[in-house]
């Protein structure tokens, strides 16, 4: 059974950074794509950041392009997101999240979601 544990979030000030990190275990954790989303009250989950299995190929949403940037360990069976210049409207759940599939589609269809870690930016 797959498993996603994120953590990283906090309080920030904006204009600050935060570096989220999200370890899974369960299976092969070098072969599938990752991806981080994140949900704001009120709103509905967006896609973050996805980067494929050798960590090759990045796709980001277009309000965090140049300020967000993912990564991957695969020793570490890990994927991050590197936050910087961080803003009011960043705040949200971010969840990690990873599919069954091993074609690139980086915004759609994971079926595998960690519990989330809430990021605040403070104004």
């Known amino acids: 059974q797959v498993q996603l544990v994120e953590s990283g979030g906090g309080l920030v000030q904006a204009g600050g950074s935060l570096r989220l990190s999200c370890v899974a275990s369960g299976r092969t954790f070098s072969s599938y794509t990752m991806a981080w989303f994140r949900q704001a009250p009120g709103l509905e989950r967006e896609f973050v950041a996805a980067i494929n299995w050798r960590g090759t190929n990045t796709n980001y949403a277009d309000s965090v392009k140049r300020r967000f940037t993912i990564s991957r360990d695969n020793a570490k069976n890990t994927v991050y997101l590197q936050m910087n210049s961080l803003k009011p409207e960043d705040t949200a759940v971010y969840y990690c999240?990873?599919?069954?599939?091993?074609?690139?589609?980086?915004?759609?269809?994971?079926?595998?979601w960690g519990q989330g870690t809430q990021v605040t930016v403070s104004s």
């Open positions: 999240a990873t599919k069954n599939s091993v074609t690139w589609d980086p915004v759609s269809e994971y079926e595998y």
